[in-house]
T-cell receptor, first 115, second 106 residues
Framework: DAGVIQSPRHEVTEMGQEVTLRCKPI?????LFWYRQTMMRGLELLIY????????DSGMPEDRFSAKMPNASFSTLKIQPSEPRDSAVYFC?????????????FGSGTRLTVV | KNEVEQSPQNLTAQEGEFITINCSYS?????LHWLQQHPGGGIVSLFM???GKKKHGRLIATINIQEKHSSLHITASHPRDSAVYIC????????FGTGTSLTVIP
């Protein structure tokens, strides 16, 4: 199993541009999570899906952020328009059950820099 | 106030020492997670537990549900254990501590 695959690994973009982060969860995992990690706030849950349906998006900072999971093998996190304060490492993780009560597998993360 | 508090924030140990990292939480959770983040940035899930104790190699995690407290122990520490260890609780919501940065010196 290739694990959770995220792309790109690094993204540098100018303020105001649209950014799309991609994630392929482990096959058979029912839950998918998007996290953001910054020095100031640590690891924060943005949104999680169970069986492709968004369950909890209370961590999505504002309307500029949106996430989709069109099928069980793919999810995107989009920021439009991007701002410098969005600079962070974004992790995708998947879990075999509902929620995270069956353990996580994390992707390698996408380091986003908005200049 | 943070729902999950870790201590210490930073820890330096000599190779071979026994290490303990503590995690206290103030909210109801279904499961408690210990994550390891190496300097390269990748995150690995070490343990997920809802009661008792789990052991994997030199790592042991315990949880006391009544006291809302968990500990991560590392026996015979090694420089490759140097990493940030993050405690988190999951249930209806998700909470994470700010991490404990561990450096093991040869």
């Amino acid at each position: 199993d290739a694990g959770v695959i995220q792309s790109p690994r690094h993204e540098v973009t100018e303020m105001g541009q649209e950014v799309t982060l991609r994630c392929k969860p482990i096959s058979g995992h029912n839950s998918l999570f998007w996290y953001r990690q910054t020095m100031m706030r640590g690891l924060e849950l943005l949104i999680y899906f169970n069986n492709n349906v968004p369950i909890d998006d209370s961590g999505m900072p504002e309307d500029r952020f949106s996430a989709k999971m069109p099928n069980a093998s793919f999810s995107t996190l989009k920021i439009q328009p991007s701002e410098p304060r969005d600079s962070a490492v974004y992790f995708c993780a998947s879990s075999p059950g509902q929620g995270a009560n069956y353990g996580y597998t994390f992707g390698s993360g996408t380091r986003l820099t908005v200049v | 106030k943070n729902e999950v508090e870790q201590s210490p924030q930073n820890l330096t140990a000599q190779e071979g020492e026994f290490i303990t990292i503590n995690c206290s939480y103030s909210v109801g959770i279904s499961a408690l997670h210990w994550l390891q983040q190496h300097p390269g940035g990748g995150i690995v899930s070490l343990f997920m537990l809802s009661s008792g104790k789990k052991k994997h190699g030199r790592l042991i995690a315990t949880i006391n549900i009544q006291e809302k407290h968990s500990s991560l122990h590392i026996t015979a520490s090694h420089p490759r254990d140097s990493a940030v260890y993050i405690c988190g609780g999951t249930g209806n919501q998700f909470y994470f501590g700010t991490g404990t940065s561990l450096t093991v010196i040869p």
